[in-house]
């Protein structure tokens, strides 16, 4: 096989041998001809091979061992690290952010990612298993109320665990991290927010708060104290789990607030529908913030209070390099649309 000028010639050796490799003619662990052998077929100098075959191996597609010749490089692993994440149901939904930034991320850094839904109590312990069982780097948790806590003695020891957005316990994990969102600045934020609109009976929508640690009470002490820094009380509370559409006609008929602030996106939508029903203009009459920014946000054009994925799954992946656990709360965003629009600036 008679080669072109010179200048070309090693580039071509490279091609030729690159383009076997590729199709597979060559495999990983091929032994390729000597450089004598190359060098006669392509009617070049020794040298000539020697540089193609050093181009080459730079290019990790062949090794070079002293004394056995030249081979074809076994295909570097595609993936680094191996990473999973727990979470509840509707955090899994197609529709959520939080599954498609951490596919994100885990794309971006070279990780095999795999995706549990805590709720499947039934299903999650063998699945979780069989996953542990690959040794993976790290897991990230979110849910951990309704997660299997036993499960955590069956975690590897070089598994690191990350609890992500919230953890309702009062006793910690020593060597996990905790990425989590700060559920009282949320509270504080939302009120704030309806302040600003010279809204003054703000209603706090919520579940049961059986102990402090619990995002609710979190939640609920945050919207507190910011109404009594500004001298007022939480006009109502109400636990969503035990309502029904008549209770939402009498909340807005008598002595209605003219602000909420709630835990969930979700839980605004009874009053927020019945208000509807009933005429009552939002934000004019009512103004209204949710929580989690989620699809039901995007729906009702509802001002929502985001959790900051984005960022609690960043810090997660950067707590994986951590030679300590990582221990930080992430600062929510309030996401203004039109049931309560943002404040205009005021120039002076």
């Given amino acids: 096989m008679k080669l072109k000028s010179a200048p070309i010639k090693i580039q071509q050796v490279v091609d030729f041998l690159t383009s076997r490799i590729r199709s597979g ?7 390729l001809g000597t450089i004598r052998h190359f060098a006669k077929e392509f ?3 020794n040298k000539t091979i020697e540089c193609a075959f050093a181009r080459m191996e730079a290019e990790k597609l062949v090794v070079r061992e002293a004394g056995r010749g030249c081979f074809v490089a076994q ?8 990473v999973g994440l727990v979470a509840s149901l509707p955090d899994m939904d ?12 885990a794309s971006e850094k070279s990780c095999l990612s795999s995706a549990f839904h805590v709720s499947s109590v039934s299903k999650l312990p063998d699945q979780l298993r069989l996953f542990l069982e690959t040794k993976p780097d790290a897991v990230m948790i979110k849910g951990i109320s309704i997660f299997p806590i036993e499960l955590l003695d069956e975690f590897p020891e070089t598994t690191k665990i990350i609890f992500i957005d919230n953890y ?28 600003a609109q010279d ?20 939640f609920y002490a945050g919207a507190v104290n910011a109404l009594a820094e500004a001298g007022l009380e939480p006009h109502s509370f109400t636990d969503t789990d035990k309502t029904n559409e008549d209770y939402w006609k009498h909340f807005l008929t008598n002595n209605p607030p003219d602000g909420i602030i709630a835990i969930s996106d979700c839980r605004t939508l009874p009053v927020m529908r019945m208000a509807r029903k009933l005429g009552i203009s939002i934000p004019e009459d009512i103004a209204v913030i949710g929580y989690n920014n989620t699809p039901h946000a995007h729906a009702w054009d509802m001002t929502s209070i985001s959790n900051n994925y984005e960022i609690m799954v960043r810090e997660a992946f950067k707590a994986i390099d951590s030679d300590q656990p990582v221990n930080m709360k992430i600062k929510p965003e309030i996401i203004y649309r039109s049931t309560c629009p943002e404040p205009k600036m005021v120039h002076v």
């Fill in 43 to 45: 009617e070049v100098s």
């Fill in 168 to 195: 309702e316990f009062a006793d910690r994990i020593g060597n996990a991290s905790y990425i989590l969102s700060d559920f009282a600045m949320g509270g504080r934020m939302g009120v704030e927010a309806l302040l």
């Fill in 25 to 31: 003619e060559l495999r990983p662990g091929d032994r």
């Fill in 94 to 105: 197609a529709h959520s952010e939080l599954p498609v930034i951490f596919q994100w991320y």
């Fill in 199 to 218: 809204k003054r009976k703000i209603a706090i929508l919520s579940y049961a708060m059986d102990f402090p640690e619990q995002n609710s009470a979190r």
């Fill in 75 to 82: 295909p570097e692993a595609s993936f680094q690290r191996k």
